[in-house]
């Protein structure tokens, strides 16, 4: 009935190709959750960086607004170590030629009609990428709760944020 009356599709939640008929929820549709049973998250923040590599995990505590009351959590990890966080496209050829080869990589994409291309990738700087880690495993934990305390994971799936849509040649 919430997902009927106060929530949109594309913006709250989505179909994500290849992943199924479930909708994703997606971080607007979980404030709107929280919003409409009111529901506060508090999370906390594990930090388990290394020198190289930025790593946070998120416990988002979920509680009633009117009584404060303990409802059930959420987890959520992120790492500079993923595929997406890890890499990113090469500006120019000078930039893949002069980055050190053990930190380059070539990777196949897939374009228009099936065809199939090369995107030649740097490693990226993790202390680049350190806020963003920090506010995805943040946004997975809160989804990951929203969905534990309103039992809606019979509705949706967890926002399948990491499809991300490579550009095309």
């Known amino acids: 009935e ?31 959750l929280m919003m409409t049973f009111r529901l506060a998250a508090d999370p906390h923040v594990e930090d ?6 930025c790593r946070y995990r998120v416990l988002a505590r979920i509680t009633a607004m009117s009584t404060g009351a303990f409802l059930g959590n959420g987890i959520g990890e992120c790492s500079s170590a993923e595929d997406k966080y890890a890499w990113k496209r090469a500006t120019c050829e000078q930039e893949w030629t002069e980055t050190d080869p053990s930190n380059r990589r070539e990777k196949w994409a ?5 065809s199939a291309y090369k995107i030649k990738q740097i490693r990226t700087n993790s202390a680049d990428v350190a806020n963003t880690i920090l506010k995805m495993a943040k946004k997975r934990a809160l989804i990951d709760g929203v969905l534990t305390v309103t039992a809606a994971s019979d509705i949706f799936t967890q926002d399948i944020e990491e499809l991300e849509e490579e550009g095309q040649p």
Not at 3 to 30: E, F, Q, R, S, W
Not at 48 to 53: A, C, E, F, K, W
Not at 110 to 114: A, E, T, V
Request: charged share 20%.
């Open 2 to 32: 919430v997902m009927a009356a106060v929530m949109k599709n594309g913006t709250h939640y989505g179909t994500i190709p290849g992943c199924g008929d479930k909708p994703a929820l997606l971080k607007p549709g979980a404030e709107k």
């Open 48 to 53: 388990l960086s290394t020198p190289l590599v």
């Open 110 to 114: 897939r374009g228009r009609g099936d």
